[in-house]
């Protein structure tokens, strides 16, 4: 009877080991953190802005036309270099005038964080902006940033394209999907790196994007390239992609997109309307949810061996008990 009673506490123990590890990795509540630059394109402080762009159900004027996303000084009134000016205020960074994740170049809208290990969502806007930090920030992007409405010789401009951060604390799959907050049937398409830009210099006049990825990835599909358009710091590498949205006959990936995040690393998402209008038409903004499902934790093998050891002794317990 002994033998019976430890034999049923260590399968016990054994089946209370495989669920925790099973699952442990649904265990935590995941935080989720979104972060705002608070200026807009002509150098404007809006960490005190209450007032609704989407009021009267036409996006503000005061939030269109001028190149948004200036940082750490950078500014178009001067000559687009980090320190021109004061650094722009951001909410949410733990830093009045701290960009995300340490960023030190000139040009980036928002940023966004998943920590406590368990993937999460959330959604960046200026409606967001407001209901987190009391201030409606300048979230929205020209309609042909990422790909204009020409038919023959299509392509994207920087005037008024969005820059975000990521990073999670989780490796896992990462979802992104935009849509416009005041009008329906706009398109979006992304172009998304691994790593960071640190260009002390944007180059806002200047077009990119050209063929839209319909080729696949070319030179043109770098938004940040090296070269004397970019002032200083580290730019980005066509190498360094990791998802991209196409354009053209057979278009994919717009609108919504996903791509593979490793935990601690930062990704640097680019925004853009698809062939909505010209490069410098800003009506709308626009709502981007993301969201991540964390990669499945594989039971470890030796508590599968531990439960077919098992199994074994049941076995063997029960032919001695037939044969006696």
């Known amino acids: 009877m002994m033998k019976q009673t430890k034999l049923a506490k260590a399968i016990a123990y054994a089946i209370a080991g495989v669920a925790l590890t099973a699952g442990s990795a649904s265990t935590a509540s995941a935080t989720v953190t979104t972060m705002y630059n608070l200026s807009t394109g002509n150098s404007a402080d809006l960490s005190s802005n209450t007032t609704n762009p989407t009021a009267g159900g036409v996006w503000s004027s005061a939030l269109t036309g001028a190149t948004d996303g200036w940082a750490n000084g950078a500014d178009a009134n001067a000559t687009s270099t980090v320190g021109d000016i004061a650094n722009q205020k951001w909410a949410g960074t733990g830093g009045a005038t701290n960009a995300p994740f340490g960023y030190t170049g000139a040009h980036m809208n928002w940023g966004f964080q998943i920590t406590a290990g368990a993937g999460g969502s959330g959604t960046i806007s200026t409606l967001d902006s407001f209901s987190r930090y009391g201030a409606y920030a300048d979230i929205d992007t020209a309609k042909g940033a990422w790909s204009d409405a020409a038919v023959g010789g299509a392509s994207g401009w920087r005037h008024d394209l969005d820059v975000g951060l990521f990073k999670s ?53 770098n938004p940040v390239p090296a070269g004397a358009v970019f002032a200083g710091g580290l730019a980005l590498n066509i190498a360094n992609i990791v998802a991209y949205s196409v354009g053209g006959a057979t278009p994919s990936n717009l609108n919504t997109i996903t791509f593979n ?28 949810s993301i969201s991540q499902t964390p990669a499945e934790v594989p039971v470890p093998g030796a508590v599968w061996l531990f439960g077919s050891a098992l199994t074994g002794v049941i076995g063997f317990q029960r032919r001695k008990r037939i044969s006696a």
Do not use: C, P, R
């Open 261 to 288: 995040a490793t935990a601690g690393q930062v990704y640097e998402i680019f925004l853009g309307g698809y062939k909505n209008g010209s490069w410098g038409d800003t009506i709308d903004g626009y709502a981007l």
């Open 169 to 221: 604390d989780t490796t896992g799959l990462v979802t992104l999907s935009a849509q416009g907050i005041l009008q329906s049937g706009t398109n979006f398409g992304f172009t998304i790196f691994k790593g960071m830009d640190t260009v002390t210099g944007y180059n806002h006049h200047g077009g990119w994007n050209s063929g839209n990825n319909a080729a696949g990835l070319t030179s043109a599909s």
